[in-house]
């Protein structure tokens, strides 16, 4: 199994442009998120999904729209980049919702700059 | 809404050293994780708390659950330079879906 993966690695936009993060996982797990990471902020959660067809808001879900197609992908898409969104984006699933699942798997992140 | 708190937000002990790190929820929580990031990386899952005073233990790490389900502890034993990085706490309440995390502890250590 690969796991998470997260496509691409790095990224540099200029303010406006769009752009999808990639996020695929191969463990048929039902419950996946996207989370950003700033420096002294932790993680905060964007938008998750608990299954394919499902998806709902996190704490910080402004500028960002995802969809759920398929088990395996869940894609995070910027509408139009501003510079507030550089961060560091992780993707991350687990089996069931974290109330039931023990483990969230994280994948390698996309570390994203807008200039 | 729910928030997680950690304290202290930066930690730096010297190699053989013992410290813990606390976690502090606002809310009742249904259970709570920890994760650990080396610089660079990506969080790791250490472990998950879910009953009332629960104490589990991976080698030299001690986690604890309170009793009121509203705070959990994390105590290293034996510092070593392999435990360098960052530690966040995340707790799930109930019927929110969501996990919520602190905005984590990092660790350094004087080898």
């Known amino acids: 199994n690969a796991g998470v993966t997260q496509t691409p690695k790095f990224q540099v936009l200029k303010t406006g442009q769009s752009m999808t993060l990639q996020c695929a996982q191969d463990m048929n797990h039902e419950y996946m998120s996207w989370y950003r990471q700033d420096p002294g902020m932790g993680l905060r959660l964007i938008h998750y999904s608990v299954g394919a067809g499902i998806t709902d808001q996190g704490e910080v879900p402004n500028g960002y729209n995802v969809s759920r197609s398929t088990t395996e992908d869940f894609p995070l898409r910027l509408l139009s980049a501003a510079p507030s969104q550089t961060s560091v984006y992780f993707c991350?699933?687990?089996?069931?919702?974290?109330?039931?699942?023990?483990?969230?798997?994280f994948g390698p992140g996309t570390r994203l700059t807008v200039l | 809404g729910q928030q997680v708190m950690q304290i202290p937000q930066y930690q730096h002990v010297q190699e053989g050293e013992d410290f813990t790190t606390y976690c502090n929820s606002s809310?009742?929580?249904?259970?709570i994780q920890w994760y650990k990031q080396r610089p660079g990386g990506h969080p790791v899952f250490l472990i998950q708390l879910v009953k009332s005073g629960e104490v589990k233990k991976q080698k030299r790490l001690t986690f604890q659950f309170g009793e009121a389900k509203k705070n959990s502890s994390l105590h290293i034993t034996a510092t070593q330079t392999t435990d360098v990085g960052t530690y966040f706490c995340?707790?799930?309440?109930?019927?929110?879906?969501?996990?919520?995390f602190g905005k984590g502890m990092k660790l350094t250590v004087n080898p």
């Open positions: 995340a707790g799930y309440q109930g019927g929110s879906e969501k996990l919520v």
């Open positions: 809310t009742t929580l249904s259970n």
């Open positions: 991350a699933s687990s089996q069931k919702t974290p109330g039931v699942a023990d483990t969230q798997y």
